[in-house]
DNA sequence: TCAATCCATAGCCAAATAGTTATGAATTAC
DNA sequence: GTAATTCATAACTATTTGGCTATGGATTGA
């Protein structure tokens, strides 16, 4: 299995997948049936998507007889947040010591 | 051509990619050759992986000689992180309508 | 009980992806 | 001038992906 990051980064790559995880974290808890008919694709696809955004934690299910509901589970997201504010961090570190040397330079 | 979001999390979902951003924002710029002394793969692979990140505006090149160096733009991971923070934002919303809801039952 | 509804799964297909080797253009070194 | 180095591109391959239709189990409604 991949690792979190990149389960979470490619269920984001797809703007399909991106659509409805946002209408489940706008909206709240939506059953399959309903995101299928917003999606504009076929209900098998609706389920695949969210089998691919289950498995990576950003959503989670509910049985209630025979409807399905999904939500957003957004701090989920955390693991990409952090990740990316690492990676700016490591720029500004890298650009503050390009500071500090230029004005050791000037001195 | 796909939206800028889906390039961007596209090319981070992939590890070996991640791992060649990372290692530009961490150390700066590097040449072709001394990325590839460190991936694992082939120079045309990582070629290929800094022509995606390239394309997702995420790294920028410089030619020199027969050298390429290429160096990281996290600015460009703006995007991702202000959608990150509106999707976590919805949540928020809708958890402090909740909150509001409970408050007027409550009375 | 029988029919209808909801949704997950299976099986199929076309396109995209991540790797490979081969090659060639441009630059540098001898 | 010739050889070596750097890297991008092309051509190929195996795998993954995102869609579809078909199906069937579980639940609900008549």
Redesign the interface.
Known sequence: M??T??LI??S????TR?AI??QL??E?EQTVGFLTSGAGISQPAVSKHLGVLKRAGLVRDRQEGRLTHYC?D?AA?AP??DW??E??G??EA?FDKLEDLLKRMDQ
Request: hydrophobic share 40%.
């Open positions: 991949p690792d990051q990149s980064f490619k984001l790559s797809d703007p991106r995880f946002e974290c706008r709240g957003a957004p997201l990409i947040l990316t504010r990676m700016a490591f720029w890298r």
